[in-house]
């Protein structure tokens, strides 16, 4: 599966962005979805997922903010930011694997075969 996110841009803090990453290549519906993000010097760490079940997990740093949703009929997982903040800056990647794992496991980027190509956010404080 090919994976192509956009959506990313510069945003003042407090404010709204919304990610999309289009699935092509295979049978989207049956993938678990992810976003993770990496931040300049640090490791890439687990944003959300929804799995291929409608199963739903965030990271504790972006509960109550941001808002995951996917459209199998349109192959594509979205990601509504709100409530931005400075500390939220990153590139973020969408990632895809339609191998049947744990929960656990899915807030695991070593466990996604698919990758898109990263978005920018940034917010300015």
């Known amino acids: 599966v090919q994976l192509q996110a956009s959506g990313g841009g510069l945003v003042q803090s407090g404010g709204s962005l919304r990610l999309s990453c289009a699935a092509s290549g295979r049978t989207f519906s049956n993938y678990d979805m992810a976003w993770f993000r990496q931040a300049p010097g640090k490791e890439r760490e687990f944003v959300a997922h929804k799995r291929w079940s409608g199963g739903t997990a965030y990271a504790d740093s972006v509960k109550g903010r941001f808002t995951i949703s996917r459209d199998n009929a349109k192959n594509t997982v979205s990601l509504q930011m709100n409530s931005l903040k400075p500390e939220d800056t990153a590139v973020y990647y969408c990632?895809?694997?339609?191998?049947?794992?744990?929960?656990?496991?899915?807030?695991?980027?070593?466990?996604?075969?698919?990758w898109g190509q990263g978005t920018q956010v940034t917010v300015s404080s």
């Open positions: 990632a895809a694997d339609a191998r049947r794992f744990p929960s656990g496991l899915r807030v695991d980027s070593r466990w996604y075969d698919y």
